[in-house]
């Protein structure tokens, strides 16, 4: 009985500061299959392919179909969604590891509260809190909603920050993603309030001056978010605003 | 071992810090250094190259061109202030990006990361040669500035030596490269390009422009080792002693 099987090889990690041990595990090929699903018939069958038991695996997961950005790891090397990373399309045994750019909490799971800082230091929203009604905003008209779309879809995955070769400890680089939700929310008629604030911001050590253009983001982001056009556009902006802020003194 | 309470803190201590809103100067330095790239140094790459084109007119049109920029208002000043120490500023600061980049081309072989990590690498062959480049041919031998008319024996007897053409052709190839790609990453991050058409129509452009560049090098290297002007007479014994006396050199 030649069932077809699926093979992995998951790095291991009990904590931030234990060793990392690569772990072997066979499971049942069924149609359809992904590394998400694989992993949680992992987790709650945790036996290694040498029939040893093991500790459950951990990872971040949640909607299973590529838009809350939970699952992001590194398969077969690469960092990218493991619920639209479909084995049947993957060379096995399919390698499974965290990503290599955030703090490790265990196994899979990583901490990926930086992506929110910089959110937050960019001001990234629409600012319409208040004590009382803002009545209707503005009129957002068509051509500009679909030049933002693609920028709205953004999951903070941070597939972008992991493939980057500039976002490391050394320089502290904002990443790709933040710089595109500035380009979003400075495009927004109520949003762009805080334009100017959002371009100092980027201005800033660890700004997109660290961007080396690699363009790694744009062929890694999952959701094809334009990425490089947001870079040069905000890039742009930020360099009008620092020479606006000179002369003006 | 309080490793669950020490790891927690760990957690929130390690990894990349947030952005520094606002805060440092790193934003300046990295722009200075983008924009020295293209004006004064690329401008200089131009004319230099340009320059070099004259030797295939021969040792006497190449020492005029020599005589020509000795001749330039301020000359001393303008060498400094637009050559040496932009040069210098962009290539130990072309370092400092380089060391704090980390690559990644062995997960990710897309050829944006290929053109990153090559812009790295030309641009170290390109410090390194400039700077043995400026001691040998500017600062140490004939002084040109002094006997612009040896400048073709001067460059003739350091390519004579097959291990400094070598280095001459790869620098040249190098440096055309890391200049025309150079173009292309200042319209990118200076938001010229902001689209992806344009930034394709630009790499070809820039393609172009870099391989006419290289090639225009090469033909000047080739006037220097080519059979056209073997052995060019004003080697060193008469430029420098000759050379007080006879201030305009040769003209054959």
């Known amino acids: 009985m030649a069932t077809k099987t699926v093979r992995f090889e998951i790095k291991r990690q ?47 997961s949640n909607c299973l179909e590529e838009i809350c950005g939970s699952c992001a790891m590194r398969i077969n090397g690469k960092a990218r969604m493991a619920c639209s990373s479909l084995v049947d399309n993957l060379e096995q045994p399919i390698r499974v590891e965290p990503l290599s750019k955030f703090p490790l909490v265990r196994d899979l799971q990583v901490d990926r509260h930086v992506l929110f800082e910089n959110l937050m230091a960019v001001k990234a929203w629409v600012p319409v809190d208040g004590t009382y009604d803002l009545g209707s905003g503005p009129r957002v008209f068509p051509q500009q909603q679909e030049a933002n779309y693609p920028l709205s879809n953004c999951i903070s995955c941070t597939c972008c920050m992991e493939v980057c070769p500039q976002f490391n400890e050394g320089t502290g680089f904002v990443g790709a993603a933040t710089i595109a ?31 080396g253009f690699a363009q790694n983001c744009v062929e890694a982001c999952p959701k094809q ?24 003194g | 071992m309080a490793t669950a309470q020490s790891s927690a803190a760990h957690t929130v201590e390690r990894g990349v810090q947030p952005l520094r ?5 790193e934003f300046l330095w990295r722009k200075l250094h983008s924009l020295l790239g293209i004006i004064p140094i690329g401008a200089f790459l131009l004319e230099h190259i340009l320059s070099n084109f004259e030797a295939l007119k021969g040792p006497a049109a190449y020492g005029a061109q020599v005589k020509f920029l000795n001749g330039l208002p301020l000359v001393r000043v303008l060498e400094w202030t637009f050559i040496f120490l932009p040069i210098l500023y962009h290539g130990v600061y072309g370092v400092y990006i380089w060391l704090r980049g980390k690559s990644n081309l062995v997960y990710y072989p897309w050829s944006g990361n290929w053109m990153y990590t090559a812009q790295r690498y030309t641009g170290l062959v ?17 002084q040109l500035p002094e006997h612009p008319m040896a400048a073709f024996a001067k460059v003739q007897q350091e390519l004579a030596n097959p291990w400094m053409l070598a280095v001459y052709i790869v620098a040249m190839i190098a440096i055309c490269w890391h200049f025309s790609y150079g173009i292309w990453l200042f319209a990118a991050k200076w938001g010229l390009t902001p689209g992806v058409t344009a930034r394709k129509r630009l790499g070809y452009a820039c393609t172009v422009f870099g391989i006419i560049l290289a090639v225009m090098g090469l033909a000047s290297i080739w006037a220097f080792v080519g059979p056209r002007y073997p052995n060019t007479p004003e080697n060193l014994p008469v430029s420098y002693l000759a050379a007080p006396a006879n201030p305009g050199g040769i003209s054959i």
């Open chain 1, 14 to 60: 009990a904590n931030p500061d234990a060793p990392a041990v690569w772990e072997n595990f066979e499971l049942e090929w069924r149609p359809g299959m992904n590394v998400i699903s694989a992993m949680m018939e992992i987790a709650a069958n945790p036996v290694t392919a040498d029939g040893r038991e093991t500790t459950p695996i951990t990872y971040d």
């Open chain 2, 21 to 25: 809103a606002g805060q440092g100067t």
């Open chain 1, 225 to 248: 978010i334009p990425l490089t056009n947001a870079i040069s556009d905000v890039s742009r902006d930020v360099i009008i605003q620092k020479a606006k802020d000179f002369l003006r």
């Open chain 2, 126 to 142: 390109a410090i390194l040669y400039i700077g043995q480049h400026v001691i040998r041919q500017r600062f140490m031998g004939v």
């Open chain 1, 181 to 211: 939700q500035v380009k979003l929310f400075n495009n927004h008629p109520t949003g762009k309030v805080f334009k100017e604030d959002r371009l100092r911001a980027l201005a800033g050590d660890g700004g997109i001056q660290e961007c």
